[in-house]
């Protein structure tokens, strides 16, 4: 059985309507899901450096 926490923190109010806007979604409960979702889905979270290893993923495409 899955055990339902509530969690808080703290951010910004420019950077919780930044993500809001991001995601395309109104509530903040909703846009703090979308974003853990994604972050947690996201194959490029594991990598030590996100950014080379998409540019590395994208050369790959375009040799192909």
Same mark, same amino acid.
């Given at each position: 059985? $899955?055990? #339902?926490? &509530?969690?808080? $923190?703290?951010? $910004?109010? @420019?950077? /919780?309507?930044? +993500?809001?806007?991001?995601?395309? +979604?109104?509530? =903040?409960?909703?846009?703090?899901?979308?974003?853990? @979702? &994604?972050? /947690?889905?996201?194959?490029?979270?594991?990598?030590?450096? #996100?950014?080379?290893? %998409?540019?590395? %993923?994208?050369?790959?495409?375009? =040799? %192909?």
């Amino acid at each position: 059985m $899955t055990k #339902i926490l &509530h969690v808080q $923190t703290v951010m $910004t109010e @420019e950077d /919780l309507e930044a +993500l809001k806007t991001k995601c395309g +979604l109104s509530t =903040t409960k909703d846009a703090v899901a979308a974003a853990v @979702e &994604h972050y /947690l889905e996201c194959p490029y979270t594991d990598s030590g450096d #996100i950014w080379a290893e %998409k540019m590395k %993923k994208t050369i790959e495409q375009r =040799t %192909k």
